[in-house]
Nanobody, 118 residues
Framework: QVRLVESGGGLVQAGASLRLSCTLS????????MAWFRQAPGKEREFAVG????????QYADSVKGRFTISRDNAKNTVYLQMNSLKPEDTAVYYC???????????WGQGTQVTVSS
């Protein structure tokens, strides 16, 4: 059974940084694509960032490009999302996702709340 456990959310002021972590179990991490989605209040869930199993050419939504960085540590079965220069519009529940590729997701985390105050 594939399981994802997220951590690292919280309440910060605009301009601050946060790092989210997501640890995978139940599947070989080194062959799994990983991504972060987010869902703001009253909005649909949207793709934020993703990284292939090989770790090359990560993908970023335009809204986070230049501020967010995704990375993976295959030894720890963990993917990280470093979020810098946070804005109030980054406020959302952030979900970790695992998949065969960045187009096919097979498991989702429970979500972690990120709140950015102005």
């Amino acid at each position: 059974q594939v399981r994802l456990v997220e951590s690292g959310g919280g309440l910060v002021q605009a301009g601050a940084s946060l790092r989210l972590s997501c640890t995978l179990s139940g599947r070989t991490f080194s062959t799994t694509a990983m991504a972060w989605f987010r869902q703001a209040p009253g909005k649909e869930r949207e793709f934020a960032v993703g990284i292939s199993w090989s770790g090359d050419r990560p993908q970023y939504a335009d809204s986070v490009k230049g501020r967010f960085t995704i990375s993976r540590d295959n030894a720890k079965n963990t993917v990280y999302l470093q979020m810098n220069s946070l804005k109030p519009e980054d406020t959302a529940v952030y979900y970790c996702a695992a998949g065969y590729s960045l187009d096919r997701y097979i498991s989702w985390g429970q979500g972690t709340q990120v709140t950015v105050s102005s």
